[in-house]
């Protein structure tokens, strides 16, 4: 799709000059200003392995400092060999791993357990649990409350995979994949709208290596 918006702002540069136009690399997202030459990313750290993209400028053009946040360092990934001293890289939206397991006791081992109890109840594995057992939480009743590339079906309360006939049907770092929208693959960050992180493309933040659960 960016290789249309590439074309686009090549021909914005033509037209002003070498070193384009007022504008003619401002409107670019952030893969098609990585693909655009005259063009470069203004991208800051955040908190953790966040990263922002602070817009497309021209590639000569000076950028300010991005802002001292304050908050504490971690080490950032985009592949296994980049973590050291027995740490793995999680990527982004990877839940922490568990010290000592949990022994809460379940209530449940299938959703229709918990229809009993609300409608909007769905049964799922406790966190950190010690022998598998689940509980009864809430499930979704809106499209915000799912992950990226998912939304809710409001008949079960689960979130599941965003239907798709084409690629555009996906948010960024997605694809369709047959019936459904999957994470796109990739090499580098040139592949993603985003950022490449053990093969797989996304949005607004690298992997963190983080050592192993206790």
Known sequence: MYRLVFVIALAACAEH????????????????????????????????????FRGCVDANAEVAPCPDLGCPAAQCCSTEDQCTNGTSCAPPGTE?????????????????DCKPKGTLLIC???????DDQ????????????CGDGEQCDFASARCVARPCTIDADCPAAFVCSGPTC?????????????????????????????????
């Not at 470069?40 to 392995?49: A, L, N, T, V």
């Open 134 to 145: 689940k509980t009864c939480v809430n499930g979704c009743f809106s499209d915000d409350q």
């Open 17 to 52: 000059g070498s070193g384009g136009g007022p504008g003619a690399c401002a409107e670019l997202a952030l893969g098609d200003c990585r693909a655009a030459s005259a063009c470069k990313p203004d991208i800051c750290p955040g908190c953790f392995c966040d990263l922002a």
């Open 124 to 130: 799922e594995p406790i966190q950190c649990t010690c």
């Open 96 to 112: 922490f791993g568990c010290g000592s397991c949990n022994t809460q006791p379940g209530d449940c081992t299938s959703d229709a």
């Open 182 to 214: 999957a994470r796109a693959t990739c090499a580098t960050d040139a592949d993603c709208d985003g950022f490449c992180v053990l093969g797989q493309c996304f949005t607004g933040a690298r992997g963190e290596c983080r050592p192993p659960s206790a």
